[in-house]
Every structure is written in C-alpha cells, then in structure tokens.
C-alpha cells in the first residue's frame, strides 16, 4: 500500500478513536420514550380494530371462533385501560375500559340485530352505541382539554362508529370490495387517533417522556 494512503488511514483512525463517547451517533433502529410510547399506542388501537373486525366476520358467518375472537376483543380494551394509567391513575384506567367494553358488547348487539334484520333492535343499539361514544369521549377531554377538546374528540370517536357501521354493512351485504375498502378507511382513522392520544400524554406529561 502506497505510503501516503497508510498515513491517510492512520490519521483517520486516530481521529475516530479521539472521539469522545457521547459524539458517535446511536444506531437509528433506537426508538426514544416518545416513539416507542406513540408506536405501543398505535398498536393497541390497531389490535382494537383487527379484533373488532374478526368479531364481526366470525359473528356475520356463524364461525366457531367467535367467541375466542370476543374473548380477545375485550382483553383489548383492559390493556387499553392499563395504558392509561401510569398517567391518569387506576381509577381512570378503570373507568376507559369499563366505557370501552360497553362499546363492543354494544356493537356486537348492534350486528346480531342487522343480521336478523331486526329495525327496532338495531336502532336502540346503535343510539346507545353513539351515547356511549360521546361518554368516551367526554371522559378523554376531561382528562386533557387542552390536547383533547370535547367537540373534537366526539367527532373521531363518531367517526370511528360510522366506519365500522361501513364496514359492518358492506359485509352483511357480500361487497368484499367494499368491505376491504371500509377497513382500510377504520384502519387510516384510528391511527389518527391513536397518535393524537399518545401526543395528547406526552404534552401533558413531558417528564415522563425525557
């Protein structure tokens, strides 16, 4: 090797070497608190709709997972609940898991009334069902006004019911392609809410995220 070319390198690595710690750059696979807390809330709010929608195909088709995929769903707004926590207290924990799996035993009397075609029992679902959104998200903008402001907040939950409502019916109907569209329609909006609740907490509790 040419000698200049040695002396180059050796330059360059005790360069390096003279490096403090601190200034070589963590690899980018690490996630800071607020990525990883925004990514873990995404996730549950994602497994909220997966699960939904495999009630809903398993109670359409009388499959016998149903209430496997039930037993899940509702595990889903426990940990929904948990995640709360740490910021807000067990109490309130408590009390979003408890409004929340109101919601999905609502939603599911709500598609065993579509399916029988019952009118009159579809309708009182689905206004408890719309009740019970605008609790949700009445307690949410309680807990922070400021990143959740009550008319927003009542607008993503109802927007929430009417995709599902979508893609319920596309399904009742057969519309396979309406029915994939519907869930990608839930699937876009939910992550939308999922990330202004994880940027609503880490404002609100910024010290928990440094």
């Given amino acids: 090797m040419d000698h200049k070319i040695k002396l180059i390198l050796l330059i360059a690595l005790l360069a390096l070497f003279s490096l403090p710690a601190n200034a070589v750059a963590a690899p980018a696979t690490n996630a800071t608190k607020q990525d990883a807390f925004q990514g873990a809330m995404r996730k549950?709010?994602?497994?909220?709709?997966?699960?939904?929608?495999?009630?809903?195909?398993?109670?359409?088709s009388d499959a016998?997972?149903?209430?496997?995929?039930?037993?899940?769903?509702?595990?889903?707004?426990?940990?929904?609940?948990?995640?709360i926590k740490p910021f807000y207290?067990?109490?309130?924990?408590?009390r979003l898991t408890a409004l929340l799996?109101?919601?999905?035993?609502?939603?599911?009397?709500?598609?065993?009334a579509l399916k029988a075609n019952d009118k009159a029992k579809a309708e009182s679902a689905q206004k408890r069902w719309f009740a019970n959104a605008d609790e949700i998200a009445g307690f949410l903008s309680s807990a922070n006004p400021?990143?959740?402001p009550p008319a927003e907040?009542?607008?993503?939950?109802r927007e929430h019911l009417?995709?599902?409502?979508a893609e319920v019916a596309a399904r009742l109907h057969g519309d396979w392609t309406a029915d994939i569209a519907a869930f990608d329609n839930v699937h876009t909006q939910i992550l939308?809410?999922?990330?202004m609740l994880s940027a609503g907490i880490i404002s609100q509790f910024p010290k928990k995220f440094e």
């Fill in 162 to 165: 009417e995709l599902t409502t």
């Fill in 101 to 112: 799996k109101d919601h999905i035993v609502t939603a599911a009397e709500l598609v065993t």
């Fill in 89 to 94: 207290g067990d109490a309130a924990g408590d």
């Fill in 192 to 195: 939308h809410m999922a990330d």
């Fill in 146 to 148: 400021k990143a959740w």
């Fill in 64 to 83: 016998p997972d149903k209430a496997a995929a039930t037993e899940r769903l509702l595990q889903n707004q426990v940990d929904i609940g948990n995640a």
């Fill in 44 to 60: 549950l709010w994602e497994d909220h709709i997966v699960w939904t929608r495999q009630f809903v195909v398993s109670a359409v």
């Fill in 153 to 157: 907040m009542k607008k993503m939950m």
